[in-house]
């Protein structure tokens, strides 16, 4: 079974641009997270999705990010325009139930913003 | 105060011993732990999850939970050096749908 996929695994952006990362979670899993990892500092949640619905999106750091899970598969997270603290690692996981169950993360995608 | 909070490390082993890792969470209605591994460049991975006070064992890792000192921790028995990684401990609110982590633990096996 395929576990939570990310692409693109790194990008290196210019201050300013758009960049859009999409998230595939594991099959069957109604719940997908965002987390985002900047430099020195914890993984911090951005927001989850249950199915296509925005559960908790109470992380977003502001309005320069847009997540969004069509259909209730897999989800983007757009940042525009990108800004230098912008940059870190961003993850998404996927759960098959709500309230505290294991949740299991793909390989991330490092943005650096220039 | 961090909501959670792990000693950055490093922390050296010998190749053979018991790795102890240790994280403490200030919010007292988290009901739900987890340890996750991350070598470096990849995803967190879930090697635990414990839920009740007490210990928990799976294979050579056992996660011990103590909710009214607030304490979970992570042994790691006949440690290889493939057990090299960053330790990640993350807890979630009673009802929560979102991990609070800590920011690791680098734990460091010597052959």
């Known amino acids: 079974e395929a576990g939570v996929t990310q692409f693109p695994s790194h990008s290196v952006i210019e201050k300013g641009q758009t960049v859009t990362l999409r998230c595939d979670p594991i099959?069957?899993?109604?719940?997908l997270y965002w987390y985002r990892r900047v430099m020195g500092k914890e993984i911090k949640f951005l927001l989850h999705?249950?199915?296509?619905?925005?559960?908790?999106e109470s992380g977003m750091p502001n309005n320069r990010f847009l997540a969004e899970r069509t259909g209730g598969t897999y989800s983007t997270l757009k940042v525009q325009p990108a800004e230098l603290e912008d940059s870190g690692v961003y993850f998404c996981?996927?759960?098959?139930?709500?309230?505290?169950?294991?949740?299991?993360f793909g390989q991330g995608t490092r943005l650096t913003v220039v | 105060q961090k909501e959670v909070e792990q000693n950055s490390g490093p922390l050296s082993v010998p190749e053979g011993a018991i790795a102890s890792l240790n994280c403490t969470y200030s919010?007292?209605?988290?009901?739900?732990f987890f340890w996750y591994r991350q070598y470096s460049g990849k995803s967190p991975e879930l090697i635990m999850s414990?839920?009740?006070?007490g210990d928990k064992e799976d294979g050579r890792f056992t996660a011990q939970l103590n909710k009214a000192s607030q304490y979970v921790s992570l042994l790691i028995r006949d440690s290889q050096p493939s057990d090299s990684a960053t330790y990640l401990c993350?807890?979630?609110?009673?009802?929560?749908?979102?991990?609070?982590f800590g920011a690791g633990t680098i734990l460091r096996v010597k052959s």
């Open positions: 919010d007292r209605v988290s009901q739900s």
């Open positions: 996981a996927s759960s098959f139930r709500t309230g505290g169950t294991e949740a299991f």
């Open positions: 993350a807890v979630n609110r009673e009802g929560g749908n979102k991990l609070v």
């Open positions: 099959s069957g899993h109604d719940n």
């Open positions: 414990i839920y009740s006070n």
């Open positions: 999705f249950v199915k296509e619905s925005k559960q908790d």
